[in-house]
């Protein structure tokens, strides 16, 4: 074996260590579970008064709006635990209003349920319950396995004419939330992280084809084939990243 094949046999040795030595540390040394969320308003409407094609009011419960989003609360379990019984709390800005919501998680036909607390609160019909009741949503999920999805839909509306702001908290001892924008993917696996891989592993490619090879226009076309396919590598590399993860779950 010659000492640059060593190197190279050396090297992928190490970067498997190191992901699994990774796993374990996640695994058994950090015990704080941290599920990923993101949130997305998509704009439905608006009321406007127009001189020349007259007006367009949204109302509910004969109330008009000034504005309506269609809001998407995901959280995603992506850790290597599953949890249960975990309760979570959306609210919004004090000048918005959450109007109706529906949660369930994707890999289950069931709805959420509002927790026991929230339930009661709006069966009391009090209307001095009413802001407490209009500008949060507390779902109890009885269980969020790993690699399960949860959907929260929610219908919007700020008083200002403005985009809502939502938060997102959950007080499940072990349990943080951090919140994320998920990234553009590329054949299942984040493309910018993939690309970044395939860089590097490109060019560590490059240095056997310009030391071995010695016909220019050779070298030419492997090195644009390379440079071509280069953000597979990185997919590759994820996608075996993510299956010797679910292997030593």
């Known amino acids: 074996m010659t000492d640059f094949a060593e190197k190279i046999l050396?090297?992928?040795?190490?970067?498997?260590?190191?992901?699994?030595?990774?796993?374990?540390?996640?695994?058994?040394?950090?015990?704080?579970?941290?599920?990923?969320?993101?949130?997305?308003?998509?704009y439905i409407g608006s009321s406007i008064e127009d001189v020349k094609f007259g007006s367009v009011k949204l109302l509910y419960n004969q109330n008009e709006l000034k504005n309506l989003y269609a809001s998407n609360v995901i959280l995603k379990n992506e850790t290597g635990k599953d949890l249960n019984d975990l309760e979570l709390n959306i609210s919004c800005d004090n000048q918005s209003l959450i109007l109706v919501s529906h949660g369930r998680n994707t890999n289950s036909i069931k709805e959420l349920e509002f927790t026991d607390t929230y339930a009661n609160i709006i069966e009391q019909n009090n209307p001095d319950n009413a802001n407490y009741i209009y500008t949060r949503r507390d779902y109890k999920i009885p269980i969020i396995n790993r690699g399960d999805t949860i959907e929260i839909t929610l219908l919007t509306t700020n008083f200002n004419n403005q985009r809502p702001i939502l938060f997102v908290t959950s007080e499940h001892k072990g349990v943080k939330l951090k919140y994320?924008?998920?990234?553009?993917?590329?054949?299942?696996?984040?493309?910018?992280?993939?690309?970044?891989?395939?860089?590097?592993?490109?060019?560590?490619?490059?240095?056997?084809?310009?030391?071995?090879?010695?016909?220019?226009?050779?070298?030419?076309?492997?090195?644009?084939?390379?440079?071509?396919?280069?953000?597979?590598?990185?997919?590759m590399i994820l996608k075996i990243n993510n299956w010797m993860k679910k292997i030593l779950e």
């Open 180 to 235: 994320y924008i998920e990234p553009i993917k590329l054949l299942g696996v984040s493309q910018l992280t993939s690309t970044l891989l395939g860089l590097i592993i490109s060019v560590i490619i490059c240095i056997p084809i310009y030391y071995f090879i010695c016909n220019k226009t050779l070298i030419i076309a492997l090195t644009l084939l390379n440079g071509w396919i280069a953000s597979l590598y990185g997919v």
């Open 10 to 42: 050396i090297g992928t040795i190490t970067l498997i260590i190191g992901i699994v030595i990774k796993h374990i540390w996640d695994r058994y040394i950090n015990r704080i579970t941290k599920l990923k969320y993101s949130i997305w308003h998509n």
